[in-house]
């Protein structure tokens, strides 16, 4: 007598929950791929916003790079400490001999820069002699070239950015002192713009000779006063700047 088997008997309901099971357990796959996916965005992002922001600092293989003295820079500058300690070490940092305009001796450049702190950052001050003729709101060729030279550290930085101009107490010709002085901060600023850094980053102040640094009662203190100070706010921002 041949043997029968025996059937299983399922209820009707088990079939849809082993259908829902499956169902469930390839959504959680998907969501945790997409959690993986999204947090790999994110730093890859990370990393193409970095390196976009220094997309006009490539070295002169043109790799992407930012130059070594660069770094160097950006770092002594946010370091209130190391800024006055090392500020003949900046001086040559800023404006290296091969960035050097030839026409401008090394000595020359010492004695007409200065590097200063302040409570938003650093200024770096530049005697108006080492930018523009006398009594001229228009750069000359050592000014294009020595804020060229600086342009990579402003965008580098990636501070807010104040320009301002000064003079000294005696009248200019043709023109006030405080617009000549506003307009010595334009030309700067726009010679700045062309290196891709954001226009949003400026602000430009002309005090004519309402601040000076030295006694207007000397030549050498009226040569001082004629000025460009450009403040890089790289202290940590509270709130908005006054």
């Known amino acids: 007598m041949a043997r029968r088997e025996k059937k299983t008997w399922q209820s009707p309901g ?21 959690l993986t996916m999204s947090s790999m965005d994110v730093s890859v992002l990370s990393r193409i916003s970095a390196y976009s922001d220094s997309r006009s600092m490539l070295d002169s293989g043109g790799k992407g790079r930012i130059p070594e003295r660069i770094v160097l ?18 001086k040559d940092l800023l404006f290296p001999l091969d960035v050097l305009p030839k026409e401008l001796p090394p000595g020359d450049l010492q004695k007409n820069l200065e590097i200063l702190a302040h409570p938003e950052g650093v200024v770096i001050v530049l005697t108006g002699e080492l930018l523009f003729p006398q009594g001229s709101a228009e750069l000359d060729d050592t000014g294009k070239k020595l804020l060229d030279a600086l342009a990579p550290v402003i965008l580098a930085t990636n501070s807010d950015v104040n320009i301002s101009g000064h003079t000294d107490s005696a009248p200019a010709k043709g023109i006030s002192n405080d617009d000549l002085s506003a307009l010595r901060a334009l030309a700067a600023l726009d ?52």
Do not use: C
């Open 14 to 34: 088990q079939s849809w929950l082993i259908t829902l099971s499956d169902l469930l357990t390839l959504l959680l796959t998907f969501f945790v791929l997409l």
């Open 73 to 90: 820079l950006v770092k002594m500058l946010r370091d209130p400490e190391t800024l006055l300690e090392k500020k003949h070490r900046i």
């Open 191 to 242: 010679r700045f713009l062309p290196a891709g850094i954001q226009a949003d980053r400026f602000s430009i102040s002309g005090y004519g000779a309402d601040k000076p640094m030295f006694s207007n009662n000397t030549e050498e203190g009226r040569r001082k006063n004629r000025r460009v100070e450009i403040l890089l706010k790289t202290a940590p921002r509270v709130g908005k700047y006054l």
